[in-house]
């Protein structure tokens, strides 16, 4: 059996009049993710870890900022799409690890939502999808609640 691993990683920066969407999980929260798509860290940053373990570059590439057909996009169908190209070269996946940095809210109760809504989409187990969450002390951006952080790693199997 071959194997490969990727990491990946996203920041956004929060802001008002936008929806908080971690995971694919809408939080409520007087602040939103900042960004051209629904700016879901979290998915971001797993999307790059399984481009990265194949080689395939990053999110930016297969959808760029700057193309206006991705502008709101749900982060979900991005995930699926970029399922499709691991599949397509025969690759499934073995596990997936994953941190978001945020100080607030809580995303404790989220959890095990996020992780079953991500499992739906890759057609994996839910035990297969690790995430967790921590903050940052209040040291940095991310501490000063500037913006929410995300980062993957993905074993893949072939």
């Keep these: 059996m071959a194997i490969r691993i990727g990491n990946g990683y996203d920041i956004h920066q929060l802001g008002p009049n936008r929806e908080l969407i971690l995971g694919g999980i809408k939080i409520e929260h007087e602040l939103g993710l900042v960004g ?8 971001h940053a797993i999307m790059d870890a399984m481009l990265g373990a194949l080689s395939l570059g990053d999110i ?5 900022p700057t193309d206006e057909k991705w502008k709101g ?4 169908k991005l995930l699926a799409q970029v399922h499709g190209l691991l599949k397509e070269r025969g ?3 073995g596990n997936i690890d994953s941190v978001v940095v945020a100080e607030r809210p809580k995303l404790k109760p989220h959890i095990e939502a996020m992780k079953q ?3 739906n989409i890759l057609q994996v187990e839910v035990d297969q999808i690790g995430i967790k969450a921590t903050t940052n002390e209040k040291l940095d951006a991310v501490g000063q609640e500037a913006g929410i952080s995300a980062y993957a790693v993905v074993l893949l199997e072939k």
């Design 36 to 43: 051209h798509s629904d700016a879901d860290v979290l998915t």
């Design 60 to 64: 930016g590439h297969y959808f760029p």
């Design 73 to 76: 996009a749900d982060s979900l």
């Design 91 to 93: 690759w499934a996946i």
């Design 117 to 119: 809504r991500i499992a």
